[in-house]
């Protein structure tokens, strides 16, 4: 499912379920009355459920039910639909019984609104997911033997709902010496069996130019090809190492300011920073005499670390560390972290601190992760490119952090590496946005570090 069509998907869905929103409610104040509903009652709660309904799509959001763990059956739909709409209905009593905004208290209305949306989306989402597993699959043939083609065929042949069918996998190496075309012959008697093949050939370069010559005749056939790195990328979300070279960075990474996003995301950041610096205000003296009683050592920890352009900031964070602690990997449970540290995490309430950061413009709230610029020296040392990182601002959350937790060896910083990659690839508002819901998310769940 490449990346135009799961967005288009999405909002479809998106769609759906605000239209089983609408018609639930419709339904019950039907079901309440006994009664079609008169212009006067439906106008008194349009306004309110709708904005109830915008909060519930966010619920919705977090829970995944518009990511992987829906697309793929990751998950239960009965049980993530279940959870989710306890927690609507958690909001829905505080929004009208607590917040008073509005004259309405719609008691037996909302439980029959809750019940209703719950059995509707059931039946919705079901008839979605049987779409997905059962709707016409686009046939590919696949050429190559690299790693990463194995596991990009593997997943293809596990997951029926990215939209796609594995007729065949060729090992590129058995092309490349095929003299007597017994390679070829075999793919011929594929197109035969099958209309409508999409070739997906990892590298042409490993292929010798007579069997290049052939692909290129199957244009004229009109047989479709896909490009393999963008496919990897749409499914695995990711931008391997193996595949980045300077010729690449040059061709698909764009180091110039784009007015359409950078100046709405930094107003964004000021915006969001000065807000979000005030209200958790609320919340310094618990966390300062938690941390103060926890050990009796200093409240703040501020380190350098390494921005944009690879220029170093001082960054502030509330400790959760030991004092004199030394400067490396982390386990999960790591005794260098305090018992307050290892909760501060946890919730990410020890970052709070950063919006100061984000204020001057040091940090945004979405990018990658920011290094100790003693450990960044070392890591570019044995990663290459990994400077790429800064070429944009580190942020409060990213890609990377939503996508796998905190790296603890140079193996799982490689593989930072490719989400962050993925990310100043693909940058935008839209990208944005879903990586602070998913953020919230993890946080709730107390997933990562």
Same mark, same amino acid.
């Given at each position: 499912?490449?990346?135009?069509?799961?967005?288009?998907?999405?909002?479809?869905?998106?769609?759906?379920?605000?239209?089983?929103?609408?018609?639930?409610?419709?339904?019950? +104040?039907?079901?309440? *009355?006994?009664?079609? &509903?008169?212009?006067?009652? #439906?106008?008194?709660?349009?306004?309110? =459920?709708? /904005? @109830?309904?915008?909060?519930?799509?966010?619920?919705?959001?977090?829970?995944?039910?518009?990511?992987?763990?829906?697309?793929?059956?990751?998950?239960?739909?009965?049980?993530?639909?279940?959870?989710?709409?306890?927690?609507?209905?958690?909001?829905?009593?505080?929004?009208?019984? +607590?917040?008073?905004? *509005?004259?309405?208290? &719609?008691?037996?209305?909302? #439980?029959?609104?809750?019940?209703?949306? =719950?059995? /509707? @989306?059931?039946?919705?989402?079901?008839?979605?997911?049987y779409l997905l597993k059962f709707s016409f699959k686009k046939k590919l043939i696949l050429v190559g033997s690299g790693s990463e083609f194995e596991e990009l065929v593997s997943c293809l042949e596990q997951n029926e709902r990215y939209g796609f069918q594995v007729i065949a996998k060729i090992d590129s190496r058995d092309l490349a010496?095929?003299?007597?075309?017994?390679?070829?012959?075999?793919?011929?008697? @594929?197109?035969?069996?099958?209309?409508?093949?999409?070739?997906?050939?990892?590298?042409?370069?490993?292929?010798?130019?007579?069997?290049?010559?052939?692909?290129?005749?199957?244009?004229?056939?009109?047989?479709?090809?896909?490009?393999?790195?963008?496919?990897?990328?749409?499914?695995?979300?990711?931008?391997?190492?193996?595949?980045?070279?300077?010729?690449?960075?040059?061709?698909?990474?764009?180091?110039?300011?784009?007015?359409?996003?950078?100046?709405?995301?930094?107003?964004?950041?000021?915006?969001?920073?000065?807000?979000?610096?005030?209200?958790?205000?609320?919340?310094?003296?618990?966390?300062?005499?938690?941390?103060?009683?926890?050990?009796?050592?200093?409240?703040?920890?501020?380190?350098?670390?390494?921005?944009?352009?690879?220029?170093?900031?001082?960054?502030?964070?509330?400790?959760?560390?030991?004092?004199?602690?030394?400067?490396?990997?982390?386990?999960?449970?790591?005794?260098?972290?305090?018992?307050?540290?290892?909760?501060?995490?946890?919730?990410?309430?020890?970052?709070?601190?950063?919006?100061?950061?984000?204020?001057?413009?040091?940090?945004?709230?979405?990018?990658?992760?920011?290094?100790?610029?003693?450990?960044?020296?070392?890591?570019?040392?044995?990663?290459?490119?990994?400077?790429?990182?800064?070429?944009?601002?580190?942020?409060?959350?990213?890609?990377?952090?939503?996508?796998?937790?905190?790296?603890?060896?140079?193996?799982?910083?490689?593989?930072?590496?490719?989400?962050?990659?993925?990310?100043?690839?693909?940058?935008?508002?839209?990208?944005?946005?879903m990586i602070i819901l998913q953020t919230i998310r993890t946080i709730l769940s107390t997933n990562g570090t």
């Amino acid at each position: 499912m490449n990346r135009f069509k799961k967005r288009f998907l999405t909002f479809l869905i998106l769609a759906g379920d605000l239209a089983v929103f609408y018609v639930s409610l419709w339904l019950a +104040l039907f079901l309440r *009355y006994f009664a079609i &509903p008169s212009q006067r009652v #439906f106008d008194e709660h349009i306004l309110p =459920f709708s /904005l @109830l309904f915008v909060v519930w799509l966010a619920v919705f959001y977090i829970a995944d039910l518009y990511g992987r763990s829906f697309y793929l059956g990751e998950k239960k739909l009965f049980g993530m639909l279940l959870k989710s709409q306890l927690i609507n209905s958690v909001i829905a009593i505080s929004f009208f019984y +607590l917040l008073t905004f *509005y004259d309405i208290t &719609p008691k037996t209305v909302l #439980f029959i609104d809750l019940f209703a949306s =719950f059995v /509707l @989306l059931l039946l919705w989402r079901t008839a979605i997911g049987y779409l997905l597993k059962f709707s016409f699959k686009k046939k590919l043939i696949l050429v190559g033997s690299g790693s990463e083609f194995e596991e990009l065929v593997s997943c293809l042949e596990q997951n029926e709902r990215y939209g796609f069918q594995v007729i065949a996998k060729i090992d590129s190496r058995d092309l490349a010496g095929d003299r007597d075309g017994r390679g070829r012959r075999q793919m011929e008697s @594929l197109m035969a069996s099958n209309r409508d093949l999409i070739f997906v050939i990892e590298s042409m370069e490993d292929l010798p130019a007579p069997v290049v010559s052939y692909f290129y005749g199957l244009m004229f056939l009109g047989k479709e090809f896909f490009d393999f790195q963008k496919l990897y990328q749409d499914i695995f979300q990711y931008v391997p190492l193996s595949f980045v070279d300077d010729k690449w960075l040059l061709s698909n990474i764009s180091s110039g300011r784009n007015n359409f996003y950078d100046l709405p995301k930094r107003w964004l950041d000021i915006i969001i920073s000065l807000a979000g610096g005030l209200v958790s205000l609320i919340l310094y003296p618990l966390i300062v005499c938690a941390i103060i009683l926890d050990d009796g050592g200093p409240v703040f920890f501020m380190n350098f670390r390494v921005g944009q352009k690879n220029k170093t900031f001082k960054q502030i964070k509330f400790r959760t560390m030991r004092v004199n602690a030394d400067a490396r990997w982390l386990d999960k449970d790591d005794k260098q972290i305090t018992r307050i540290g290892r909760w501060l995490r946890r919730t990410r309430l020890d970052e709070l601190p950063q919006l100061w950061n984000v204020l001057k413009g040091d940090m945004s709230f979405v990018g990658p992760r920011p290094d100790f610029a003693e450990f960044a020296k070392i890591l570019e040392t044995k990663i290459p490119y990994y400077n790429i990182r800064n070429l944009i601002k580190p942020g409060l959350t990213g890609w990377a952090q939503i996508q796998q937790l905190a790296p603890r060896s140079v193996e799982e910083t490689h593989k930072r590496l490719a989400y962050d990659i993925y990310y100043i690839k693909n940058r935008s508002l839209l990208l944005d946005l879903m990586i602070i819901l998913q953020t919230i998310r993890t946080i709730l769940s107390t997933n990562g570090t």
